[in-house]
T-cell receptor, first 116, second 115 residues
Framework: DGGITQSPKYLFRKEGQNVTLSCEQN?????MYWYRQDPGQGLRLIYY???????QKGDIAEGYSVSREKKESFPLTVTSAQKNPTAFYLC???????????????FGPGTRLTVT | AQTVTQSQPEMSVQEAETVTLSCTYD???????LFWYKQPPSRQMILVIR??????QNATENRFSVNFQKAAKSFSLKISDSQLGDTAMYFC????????????FGKGTKLSVKP
């Protein structure tokens, strides 16, 4: 089955620690995205990548970092510089064609990160 | 900057009835795309329907259809014959042409379908 996997589903960390969220896709999509979702809010874009070894900041990139060493993988690191890291994090992927297909994004099941 | 507004935080509908969710957006662009995404209690986001702004015909997908009013910058979602499985958060999203998949989401409408 093709899809996106995110692990773990729940993650707990102490304040001041960096933590890396995993995202893997086997859809052969070029583009991958990371979103943050807070209660009562829509999704906000953290980082996105259109191609291996290249990525761009989204609207709320401060305190986060990413890498894209393989087409299938787009891990997100939440650093200690992120002031309010507790949230639900969603990874997505899409075709990269410069068309409406880029907006048809396939999402993973998400990771709930709690930092205390 | 583009913004997306969903003015109904919560709605409910009886099973088998029809419900319409509202969405308005603000943009100075002429070429763009609009989407409705569904997030059920499992929190897995799923695309429901999409609309290209250059197309005048409203998109439909089975029981889901949109009313796209470009001049009014309005993009409502109609769900016909509502089913219990339609219970979810619904997010309206805007994407500028050639924005590399940069979706801008509204805050969502929580829809409850009651038996």
């Amino acid at each position: 089955d093709g899809g996106i996997t995110q692990s773990p589903k729940y993650l707990f960390r102490k304040e001041g620690q960096n933590v890396t969220l995993s995202c893997e896709q086997n859809l052969n999509h070029d583009a991958m995205y990371w979103y943050r979702q807070d209660p009562g809010q829509g999704l906000r874009l953290i980082y996105y990548s259109q191609i291996v070894n290249d990525f761009q900041k989204g609207d709320i990139a401060e305190g986060y970092s990413v890498s894209r060493e393989k087409k299938e993988s787009f891990p997100l690191t939440v650093t200690s510089a992120q002031k309010n890291p507790t949230a639900f994090y969603l990874c997505a992927s899409s075709l990269q064609r410069g068309t409406v297909d880029e907006g048809e994004q396939y999402f993973g099941p998400g990771t709930r990160l709690t930092v205390t | 900057a583009q913004t997306v507004t969903q003015s109904q935080p919560e709605m409910s509908v009886q099973e088998a009835e029809t419900v319409t969710l509202s969405c308005t957006y603000d943009t100075s662009e002429n070429n763009y795309y609009l989407f409705w995404y569904k997030q059920p209690p499992s929190r897995q986001m799923i695309l429901v329907i999409r609309q290209e702004a250059y197309k005048q015909q409203n998109a439909t997908e089975n029981r889901f259809s949109v009313n796209f009013q470009k001049a009014a910058k309005s993009f409502s979602l109609k769900i016909s014959d509502s089913q219990l499985g339609d219970t979810a958060m619904y997010f309206c999203a805007f994407m500028r042409w050639r924005s590399q998949g940069n979706l801008i989401f509204g805050k969502g409408t929580k829809l409850s379908v009651k038996p």
